[in-house]
């Protein structure tokens, strides 16, 4: 079984739309749960985290954790097309683990 | 402050050849990470190095692969004798452990060489 499991998509939705990515894992381990967002040709770079479980909330972007159930996923509010891009959940266990697990990555395209 | 730089940005390479990939980390960084992205898959960790400890080389892929980092800076990936199944984009990242800004251990990551071999 993967740590990470993440659906790859494609996902196209129209400008406006409700953006829900998930991600579930296997080690309840993990304490730490980022979103990384990849732009084509470009490198990953970080764009939420949450420690441990509950939502955090950046403008129209939402975090949430679900530890009871492995489950994190991230929502985008009225998505726009410089939303398009591929987004990876990425997990870090703690007590000083640097090692990070990523998710495969789903494709997400906001038409105009 | 400039961030992670990886050169080349493109490479093409017959098959056979040895080629080397250049990463230059955020200034500071004490860890530096090497991944492989390849069309479809996720990141593969290849290598990491932190401070002076032996560097993890769980994740290469065969012992064509070697990875040197020099005075704690500019790290270079070598392939030798490449294969057309080497073909991918080939990631570096740096990480600062102080944990500023959070969370700590976060990585940043430079443009990636896509490298093709023909």
């Known amino acids: 079984q993967k740590e990470v499991e993440q659906d790859p998509g494609p996902l196209s939705v129209p400008e406006g739309a409700i953006v829900s990515l998930n991600c579930t894992y296997s080690?309840?381990?993990?304490?730490?749960f980022m979103w990384y967002r990849q732009y084509s040709r470009k490198g990953p770079e970080l764009l939420m985290y949450t420690y441990s479980s509950g939502n955090k909330e950046d403008g129209r972007f939402t975090a949430q954790v679900d530890k009871s159930s492995k489950y994190i996923s991230l929502f985008i509010r009225d998505s726009q097309p410089s939303d398009s891009a591929t987004y990876l959940c990425?997990?870090?266990?703690?007590?000083?683990?640097?090692?990070?697990?990523f998710g495969k990555g789903t494709k997400l395209t906001v038409n105009p | 402050g400039a961030g992670v730089s990886q050169s080349p940005s493109n490479k093409v390479t017959e098959k056979g050849k040895d080629v080397e990939l250049r990463c230059d980390p955020i200034s500071g960084h004490t860890a530096l990470y090497w991944y492989r992205q390849s069309l479809g898959q996720g990141l593969e960790f290849l290598i990491y190095f932190q401070g002076n400890s032996a560097p993890d080389k769980s994740g290469l892929p065969s012992d064509r692969f070697s990875a040197e980092r020099t005075g704690g800076s500019v790290s270079t990936l070598t392939i030798q004798r490449t294969q057309q199944e080497d073909s991918a984009v080939y990631l570096c990242?740096?990480?600062?452990?102080?944990?500023?800004?959070?969370?700590?251990?976060?990585?940043?990551f430079g443009p990636g060489t896509r490298l093709t071999v023909l």
């Open positions: 080690n309840s381990a993990f304490q730490y």
């Open positions: 990425v997990l870090r266990k703690g007590g000083g683990s640097e090692k990070l697990v």
């Open positions: 990242a740096s990480t600062s452990i102080s944990g500023i800004p959070p969370p700590p251990y976060t990585q940043y």
